[in-house]
Nanobody, 126 residues
């Protein structure tokens, strides 16, 4: 059974930074693309970033491009999301997710991910 556990969320002032972590167990971590999504209050789940299994390709949602960085540590089975210059619009529950198929490079649709963490809350005060 695949398990994803996020951590690192919290309350931060506008302009601040946070780094989220997601530890994956129960799956051959190095084969699957990993993604981050978020869901703000009253909003639909939004794609944030994805990284392929070899960390050779990353792709970001337009609203976070240039501010967020996704990375992966295969030795630790962990994917990270470094967030900088945060604004109130970034307030959301952030989820990490694992691609349902191996070896893919760029996957952005939530329906293409079959394993999800429980989410971690990020709140940005103005």
């Amino acid at each position: 059974q695949v398990q994803l556990v996020e951590s690192g969320g919290g309350l931060v002032e506008a302009g601040g930074s946070l780094r989220l972590s997601c530890v994956v167990s129960g799956r051959s971590f190095s084969r699957y693309a990993m993604g981050w999504f978020r869901q703000g209050p009253g909003k639909e789940r939004e794609f944030v970033a994805v990284i392929n299994w070899r960390a050779t390709h990353t792709y970001y949602g337009n609203s976070v491009k240039g501010r967020f960085t996704i990375s992966i540590d295969n030795a630790k089975n962990t994917v990270y999301l470094q967030m900088k210059n945060l604004g109130p619009e970034d307030t959301a529950v952030y989820f990490c997710a694992s691609d349902r198929l191996p070896w893919r490079v760029t996957v952005t649709q939530a329906t293409e991910f079959d394993s999800w963490g429980q989410g971690t809350q990020v709140t940005v005060s103005s």
